[in-house]
């Protein structure tokens, strides 16, 4: 499950839940509220396509404004090769259970500077994916990753990359 279904699968969440539950309020389909703003750092491994595996660190921050159901992001990720990505986009999270369990999805589009690293194709990359975690009673959260980066095929040659990381984000209050 890659090739940008994670963020087709995040606009339709949201765009249902948008519709169900912000459009009719005072502050309207897209009104501003505010979350706890969490900086999260995560490591992890490039682990399909044409790519060799290889190590990744990913941090990435979380400024706690959501538009109507969507949250917003700003991630930096560096491989081992130097292979560095910069992207800001949308995030929509669903709560599991009640319990503290919830799932993540994201998507972001950004540039990549393979560095002599791994070729995406071109310089404009989209990354989107999911994350499962646990949050704590403290705001902290432990959670897998699982994202897809390539450029849409935008340009010519499209080999796309996989992570799978694990992910700790504290809030930044």
């Not at 992207?87 to 950004?110: D, V």
């Not at 499962?132 to 390539?150: C, I, K, N, Q, V």
Request: glycine residues 14%; aromatic residues 12%.
């Amino acid at each position: 499950m890659a090739d940008g279904t994670f963020a087709v699968l995040l606009i339709v969440f949201g765009l249902a839940d948008m519709s169900g539950n912000h459009c009719g309020t005072v502050d309207g389909c897209l009104g501003h509220s505010l979350t706890t703003p969490r900086t999260s750092v995560s490591t992890g491994e490039v682990v399909k396509r044409r790519a060799k595996p290889a190590a990744e660190t990913y941090l990435r921050h979380d400024p706690g404004v959501r538009i109507g159901p969507f949250g917003q992001a700003m991630g930096l990720s560096v491989g081992e090769k130097g292979e560095t990505w910069v992207g800001y986009g949308a995030t929509y999270r669903i709560n599991l259970w009640q319990s503290g369990f919830y799932a993540e999805l994201h998507t972001m589009p950004g540039l990549y500077f393979d560095n002599g690293g791994f070729d995406l194709g071109g310089m404009l990359a989209f990354r989107s994916g999911i994350e499962l975690g646990f949050e704590t009673s403290e705001g902290w959260r432990y959670a897998l990753s699982y994202d897809h980066r390539s450029n849409a095929e935008i340009y010519d040659a499209n080999p796309g990359i996989e992570t799978v990381q694990y992910r700790v984000s504290i809030p930044s209050r």
